[in-house]
């Protein structure tokens, strides 16, 4: 596949998960309303970081220093879910 | 220029030829911005000095003498904030870092050099609206807790707004440090031949960029509270005060080793340097550096224990608070097993240095004392606490920094420090630092609170104690002071290494040229070469 039909295939993919994004937000979830969103966002940005910020291509030192603070946000929403849910 | 030219003729004005404050204001070289970070961020140090002083004051007597409480609340307000955002988080990687890390890892600049020049103007512009906020002056401690935060008449939007751009000043550096420390190592300096201060302000850096983000965050959502009413941290509106001080602690404790971690540098290079000895444990140190980086992202809770935490999440945070004493225990046995048997000679710096093992050995050592659970019910929120803080950022960073800038200030200024005022000014500030701050841990421990403009009279006595030790530390503070900017003008020419260093800062002239380096040094070993046992790479 030549680049930009790359690009172009994952631009409709973003523009394909905010129409599901904005559909499934009708539908009520309960608590996972919150976690649908979130899981559809969290695709859609891996895609941006991947394709048009060309992480696919990078060194191993540039995936360490993408995926990092993604551990640093986990241990944010564990650390604050240790106290929140045990109140 | 040879050292005894240099000794002879006075010193080369090298990369401070230029003058005129265009030649400042656009700079792009590392070591003038590093010296421009180091006066902005000392004058702070001397600003929210005064307003330390004031507390002092207003504590002699219990109740309400010079200012009343609204004014009191006020300047303990500005005296944490402005020592913690303005001084002691910038102070030492943004000012010495700035000077240092391309003299020391062999490079001609930092790698984003106009990044560098943008960082610091940034800085200086949140300082100009952190100003603004005196308009209605912030009353909230330095830790802007909500409920309290959201509701007060005083600044608080404008104020964080301000140490918003101050955190993106710090982000932008740790990212300037991490990629220059990355690319533009000299030929053969590999990672394990890095000096000890490169190592800490690498870790410096990755929390800088990685936590910096979350205070940013979390006063983006006060202020949304603030202005719009949306119900984030307000109970009524569903929201939760505790999150707020999660998010708060998330990026504040990491952030005291922001502050810690590059005087462990500095540090870790001078006692070698006066112990004629190559460091002990080179790796251990290096990476227990990292470590205290890592750990320090997973101990915020510690703040929180008696706010209504849950009781897992208490167990939880105690547990893992203890495990930062590990690499910090690490780097302190290291440091006194270098002093073991070396020729130790007692040098300004190295008296800071040793000050600093000391009193960060007292402070570190009442952390868990504030770790544990049980004991911390008693003492949340009492002197004690003020006590600890104090022995690990004063006792440790602010002796860490004093001790890089008396062991530096040669390569700085081209001039070398007057030694006896220098020994004078330290004992003056040892001895008043201990009957300031140790005193406190004693009324802490008797119960009087933190905070409190007025208290009960049985508490008097400590009080009395404590001003008269903060008068006697601000005394030696001044002497020191005096003797910096007086050596700036008078002090004698230095040679290029004064105290016999080995890192590659000391191979170039004092001040050094502009980019630094003629031909960019190949490096063949570690900085630690003084012979003997346990010489060679690490």
Same mark, same amino acid.
């Given at each position: ?12 993919? %973003?523009?394909? =998960? ?13 608590? $996972? ?11 859609? $940005? ?18 360490? /220093? $993408?995926?990092?603070? %993604?551990?640093? =946000?986990? =241990? ?9 849910? /045990?109140? | ?6 000794? +002879? ?36 140090? #001397? ?9 002092? #004051? ?95 008449? *005083? ?27 990355? +690319? ?8 394990? !031949? ?50 707020? +001080? ?47 980086? #890592? ?11 008696? *706010? ?49 093992? &000391? ?65 004078? @000014?330290? *004992? ?9 701050? &140790? ?31 903060? @008068? ?13 900017? !007086? ?52």
């Amino acid at each position: 596949m030549k680049d930009y039909q790359i690009y172009v295939s994952v631009w409709a993919a %973003l523009l394909v =998960l905010t129409l599901v994004t904005w559909q499934v937000s009708y539908i009520d979830l309960g608590l $996972a309303n919150a976690a649908v969103a979130l899981v559809i966002a969290s695709f859609k $940005a891996s895609l941006v970081a991947l394709f048009f910020m060309h992480l696919r291509q990078e060194s191993r030192l540039v995936w360490g /220093f $993408a995926v990092f603070p %993604l551990v640093i =946000l986990s =241990l944010i929403i564990f650390g604050t879910l240790s106290d929140t849910l /045990f109140r | 220029m040879s050292e005894e030219k240099a000794a +002879q003729s006075g010193p080369g004005r090298g990369y401070l030829e230029e003058k005129g404050w265009r030649s400042w204001a656009y700079t792009l070289d590392h070591k003038r911005i590093g010296v421009m970070y180091l006066f902005t961020t000392l004058f702070f140090f #001397l600003l929210g000095g005064v307003f330390g002083m004031l507390i002092r #004051l207003e504590l002699l007597t219990p109740g309400p003498t010079f200012f009343s409480d609204q004014t009191y609340n006020e300047m303990f307000t500005m005296h944490g904030s402005m020592m913690i955002f303005l001084f002691i988080i910038p102070g030492i990687p943004s000012g010495l870092g700035n000077f240092l890390i391309p003299l020391m890892i062999g490079a001609r600049d930092v790698a984003f050099p106009r990044l560098n020049l943008a960082s610091y103007w940034l800085f200086i512009m949140g300082i100009i609206v952190i100003l603004f906020s005196l308009a209605h002056p912030m009353d909230t401690g330095w830790t802007f807790y909500t409920p309290y935060s959201a509701k007060t008449a *005083a600044s608080v939007t404008v104020l964080s707004f301000g140490i918003f751009l101050v955190g993106m000043s710090s982000i932008l550096t740790g990212l300037n440090f991490i990629v220059t420390i990355h +690319q533009l190592r000299a030929t053969g300096m590999s990672w394990l !031949r890095m000096p000890l201060f490169i190592w800490s302000m690498y870790a410096t850096s990755i929390i800088q960029v990685v936590a910096t983000p979350v205070i940013g965050m979390t006063f983006i959502l006060l202020a949304m509270e603030r202005l719009f009413g949306i119900g984030l941290f307000d109970p009524d509106k569903g929201g939760d005060p505790l999150l707020f +001080q999660h998010f708060f602690w998330f990026y504040s404790h990491p952030v005291v080793y922001v502050m810690i971690l590059p005087a462990m540098g500095a540090i870790s290079e001078i006692i070698p340097t006066f112990s004629r000895k190559p460091i002990f444990g080179y790796k251990a140190i290096a990476y227990s550096s990292i470590a205290i980086a #890592l750990a320090g992202f997973l101990v915020w809770g510690h703040h929180m224990f008696v *706010a209504g935490m849950s009781v897992y999440a208490d167990v939880i945070f105690s547990i893992l608070t203890f495990s930062v004493a590990i690499p910090t225990g690490v780097k302190v046995f290291n440091w006194i097993a270098t002093l073991y048997k070396g020729s130790i000679s007692l040098d300004s710096p190295m008296l800071y240095a040793l000050t600093f093992i &000391f009193l960060f050995i007292v402070g570190g050592l009442t952390g868990p004392f504030l770790g544990s659970l049980a004991t911390d019910v008693h003492l949340t929120d009492t002197y004690f606490v003020v006590a600890h803080f104090h022995y690990t950022m004063m006792g440790g960073t602010v002796m860490g920094l004093f001790a890089g800038l008396h062991y530096w200030f040669p390569k700085l200024t081209g001039r070398m420090l007057d030694e006896r005022p220098a020994k004078t @000014a330290w *004992a003056i500030i040892v001895v008043g630092f201990n009957i300031t701050f &140790f005193t406190m841990f004693i009324t802490g421990m008797q119960g009087m609170p933190r905070r409190f403009a007025e208290y009960p009279e049985k508490y008097q006595a400590g009080n009395v104690i404590s001003s008269i030790g903060a @008068a006697i530390l601000a005394f030696g503070i001044l002497v020191m002071f005096y003797n910096y900017v !007086r050596c700036m003008f008078r002090g004698a020419p230095a040679p290029a290494d004064p105290w016999r260093g080995k890192t590659l800062e000391w191979t170039v002239p004092s001040p050094p040229p502009t980019e630094n380096f003629e031909t960019i040094p190949t490096v063949t070993g570690w900085p630690y070469s003084y012979g003997g046992k346990g010489d060679g790479d690490a």
